[in-house]
């Protein structure tokens, strides 16, 4: 089983979200992990996107990077460009790869409009995960 490793910044959406549709997408060929460089909490409207796909992520937490250093990990995956530009080396890690995303908790307006913001930030991860699984 190969481990992936998402980062961003706060491991409060982006990087939660890609770690649960890699769970339900990826089979039992991938164990998903996720982190951030700051740890914070995962976001209810990152919850709520991924309920819609039958994705249940609540009761994830959010996690520092630090926590997987010494681990050996088969891809680091970047999907913030604030992480990809402080991501420390990961010795252990066979590949880094880095997916830019933008950030859903920025997003203004309405309860709705920032739930839309979130769905199409999942659909846009969703899609790039759909695809590196072609070439992987």
């Known amino acids: 089983m190969e481990k992936v490793l998402f980062l961003c910044t706060h491991n409060s959406a982006r990087s939660q979200i890609a770690e649960g549709l890699l769970r339900a997408m990826g089979g039992d060929r991938f164990e998903a992990l996720s982190a951030g460089t700051e740890v914070t909490f995962v976001r209810p409207l990152a919850i709520k996107s991924m309920e819609e796909l039958g994705i249940d992520i609540s009761g994830h937490r959010s996690k520092v990077l630090t926590e997987y250093l010494n ?3 088969d891809y680091v995956i970047t999907v913030c460009d604030a992480a990809n530009e402080s991501c420390p080396v990961f010795p252990n890690a066979r590949h880094r790869l880095h997916w830019s995303f933008p950030d859903p908790s920025r997003a203004t307006g309405s ?3 920032q739930l839309a913001t979130y769905r199409e930030v999942r659909n846009a991860i969703q ?3 759909a695809d590196w699984l072609k070439t992987v």
């Open 111 to 113: 309860e709705e409009a």
């Open 127 to 129: 899609a790039r995960i």
């Open 71 to 73: 681990q050996p990990i």
